[in-house]
């Protein structure tokens, strides 16, 4: 089994809207927290990607909200590696209320390409340690 990442962050006043809950973009903000914290445990940062002239976008995003958050509680948002492929990455994504209750569960799908001409790149070609902690990390769904 692979790692699953936790990153708690506290609901701030700003997130919600006039009926007091999360707003719903605001989840997505969540997911890219969530995933850059993955990204430490495994050992490696998107900032040194980055320097390496290297950006991966996010391709495709689904989510389900099951729960409302509310300003004052504090999440957390477990994030894996749920498939990885040649240029493909799909990472999976459970945001937890205080008392254990699933707020929302989402999937991001994102590439990696050069940011000089926007073309794909393939993980094994360009950080063969990095492409290695992925195969290595990946988690099914039906192991969670």
Not at 79 to 102: A, C, F, M, P, S
Request: glycine share 8%.
């Amino acid at each position: 089994m692979g790692i699953i990442s936790k990153k708690e962050i506290e609901v701030r006043y700003a997130e919600t809207d006039q009926m007091g809950v999360v707003y719903h973009a605001n989840y997505i903000v969540w997911l890219e927290i969530g995933r850059t914290a993955l990204v430490k445990d495994l050992g490696f940062t998107y900032a040194g990607m980055e320097k390496d002239g290297l950006i991966s976008p996010v391709l495709d995003v689904n989510i389900q909200y099951k729960k409302p958050c509310v300003y004052g509680e504090t999440v957390t948002v477990e994030t894996w590696i749920q498939e990885h492929g040649r240029v493909r990455t799909t990472y999976g994504y459970r945001v937890l209320k205080e008392n254990g209750d699933v707020a929302a569960t989402a999937t991001t799908t994102n590439t990696l390409i050069r940011r000089s001409d926007f073309r794909p790149v393939s993980l094994s070609r360009v950080a063969p340690d990095w492409e290695e902690a992925y195969r290595a990390n990946v988690v099914g769904v039906r192991e969670l």
